[in-house]
């Protein structure tokens, strides 16, 4: 990624033999959509003149007000690597405008832009680390998704063991060729399951990332003849996938979550924030857990957190504080999972912390035991509370959060309740092959 002019991208788009460019954005529920130029319309894109029709766009506007605009970053163009090296393909990222020529607020990068704007007029830059694990499944003769895999590797495992270590190897190469600093890539806990982390960055940077992450994931693993899936929990009895996200503010190039003579090495702010955090995640849960599957996933005897409490290097907790401390100092959530839309789940991740900070909220006791050894007499001593069981809970907690709502916007707030409350009564009416072969016999 890096600072381009628009006759930057012109002399780039000539000189690479650039033949499409994709003119990219994100949907409400974290859908990577695009609009696609030839090399002759670029011009006219940088120009802010592309339109498209957002009532096509679930979430996006009715069919009355459909006219919209694509913005692009320019500083997000990229070519992509794996696509022909004549007529080579590029993408830019953009900002939805409204045939009025102003912000469209039901854009998820406007959000995320809105919340880290908030944190700057308070003197911070909000910096985030996510952490995406993925699963490398089999494809059936037809070239669909499965959920089968012959592979029997576990934690940290390398090749033979490691069927996808070769498909994970051009993942990173390929991310690197796209200016991506990986810092680590291994083999997960569950058969079949993978992780790589890239480096830290400014906030909305991280989010573009993360869709940029996800498209080369997929595309890499098609190529290797498999497929890669985000969702979070594809196999019953197996570990599900997470995205942890690790947070810092900074004001003046300083990391002010760091006090060397603070408890535990962190400064107040940094108390507050996760006070913050703590006091808003049950109703973050509906955007950081988006999917009936996500719940299927925090649930105990898998590492994923279930319980609402804080600690320094303990990983049972929702919220870890990991050892490292001076510029290294960060606060790691460790609930959301890959489904979630990255520009909505570091929006309200990030105002949760500014509220924290703003209102001075403490947090409890930190936790130093394992959480999901405590009884139930112990955790109730310890006000320890649980994140919502399921998508509907959820919804019932986003709801009830007057703050969360403010942070996403009347619109994005409407849309979304509204799709997931749909999804949610879907699910429920389903009837699924555990309940056969449960009851139908018995009944």
């Not at 942070?407 to 309940?435: C, F, M, P, S």
Request: net charge negative.
């Amino acid at each position: 990624m890096g600072n381009y002019t628009k006759q930057d991208i012109i002399r780039m788009v000539e000189e690479e033999d650039v033949e499409f460019i994709r003119l990219q954005f994100t949907d409400m529920f974290g859908t990577l959509k695009n609009v696609a130029v030839t090399s002759s319309q670029l011009e006219r894109a940088l120009n802010n003149e592309c339109m498209f029709d957002g009532s096509s766009i679930e979430g996006f506007v009715r069919i009355e007000e459909s006219d919209m605009y694509l913005y692009p970053d320019l500083d997000t163009f990229v070519i992509f690597p794996w696509r022909p090296q004549q007529g080579k393909v590029a993408r830019i990222i953009c900002d939805v405008y409204t045939a009025e020529r102003k912000p469209f607020e039901g854009d998820p990068r406007y959000i995320l832009k809105k919340a880290v704007a908030a944190a700057a007029e308070m003197g911070y830059r909000f910096d985030v680390g996510p952490e995406c694990e993925f699963f490398l499944f089999n494809q059936d003769d037809d070239g669909q998704p499965t959920t089968i895999t012959t592979e029997r590797a576990g934690y940290f495992d390398l090749g033979p063991v490691d069927l996808g270590e070769n498909a994970r190897r051009d993942m990173v190469l390929t991310l690197e060729d796209m200016g991506y600093e990986i810092e680590a890539s291994h083999h997960e806990v569950a058969p079949a399951q993978h992780e790589i982390d890239f480096h830290y960055d400014e906030a909305v940077k991280t989010a573009d990332n993360i869709m940029t992450f996800k498209l080369a994931v997929k595309t890499i693993a098609k190529r290797h003849g498999m497929f890669a899936s985000f969702m979070p929990k594809p196999r019953y009895g197996m570990n599900g996938s997470g995205m942890h996200v690790n947070m810092s503010l900074s004001r003046d190039g300083k990391n002010i979550f760091d006090d060397p003579n603070g408890e535990m090495g962190l400064s107040r702010e940094a108390y507050w924030f996760i006070g913050g955090i703590m006091k808003h995640m049950k109703g973050m849960a509906a955007i950081t857990n988006p999917l009936v599957n996500s719940y299927k996933r925090l649930v105990p005897g898998f590492e994923a957190p279930i319980y609402i409490a804080w600690s320094v290097t303990n990983r049972s907790p929702l919220i870890r504080i990991p050892v490292t401390r001076g510029e290294g100092t960060r606060v790691e959530l460790r609930s959301p999972d890959s489904a979630a839309n990255p520009y909505l789940t570091l929006a309200v991740c990030l105002q949760a912390g500014l509220d924290g900070i703003r209102n001075h909220l403490e947090p409890p006791a930190p936790v130093t035991e394992n959480i999901f050894e405590l009884r139930r007499s112990q955790k109730h001593e310890l006000g320890i509370e649980a994140l919502p069981a399921d998508l509907g809970e959820a919804l019932e907690e986003f709801e009830r959060d007057e703050y969360l709502k403010e942070v996403l916007g009347g619109h994005v707030t409407r849309n979304y309740i509204r799709a997931k409350k749909a999804e949610w009564a879907d699910y429920r009416a389903q009837v699924t092959d555990w309940e056969i072969n449960q009851y139908l016999y018995k009944i």
